[in-house]
């Protein structure tokens, strides 16, 4: 239950499906999504700005709804994105094309030289092409090249039930940890953003 005299105040909007529709239909889902959420968006925000005393002064997004930013641009709203998945995937998903540009890997995320190390940027530690997960998992295509639900199914079948590699998510599990502890480098940049917010808002 949230508190209405509190900080937190919470508020739906429609996502462009029935109720009795299947939102695991990827596509579908994606397509309501952005034909009917950002007109409910931009609804809701003006609704409440122009009734309410504390008006929305920002917008924080997931990095996969980029729609809400553009209802921001739209209203004249600061924005920010958020990727809740590791920093180091986001950073790998900007480097594809310098890293196929500079023949790390191939088109198909396959690492060229197997031996030399990856690394992203000066502040990321540097990754073993074995590494990285798609190569770990070593998705075989068909005879015409596709990699096909079958594989896939299986491959992640592989991913929740081999022991090498529930260790690295252990591994990974407890760097996520001290990175999001007191003092740890995600605290530290969320506390950076939050006073980023307030100096942002104060000149609105």
Not at 2 to 30: C, Y
Not at 44 to 57: L, R
Not at 163 to 186: I, P, Y
């Amino acid at each position: 239950m949230v508190d209405a005299e509190g900080l937190i105040h919470l508020v739906s909007i429609p996502d462009g499906m029935e109720a009795w529709e299947d939102r695991n239909h990827l596509g579908k889902l994606t397509d309501a999504i952005t034909r009917v959420m950002p007109g409910k968006l931009k609804e809701i925000i003006q609704k409440i700005n122009k009734e309410d005393d504390d008006k929305i002064t920002c917008i924080i997004a997931d990095v996969n709804m980029a729609w809400a930013f553009e209802v921001a641009s739209e209203l004249g709203i600061p924005r920010a994105a958020f990727w809740p998945a590791a920093a180091v995937l986001l950073d790998l998903l900007f480097s594809t094309d310098k890293l196929i540009d500079e023949q790390v890997i191939d088109e198909y995320g396959t690492p060229i030289n197997k031996e030399k190390m990856i690394q992203l940027s000066p502040n990321t530690p540097a990754i073993h092409p074995e590494k990285l997960l798609w190569t770990g998992l070593k998705f075989e295509r068909d005879e015409r090249g596709i990699i096909t639900r079958e594989e896939i199914s299986n491959k992640v079948e592989l991913l929740l039930t081999d022991e090498s590699f529930k260790a690295r998510t252990v591994k990974m599990k407890q760097l996520v940890m001290n990175s999001v502890n007191e003092g740890g480098s995600s605290d530290k940049n969320f506390k950076n953003f939050i006073k980023w917010i307030k100096f942002k808002t104060s000149f609105i």
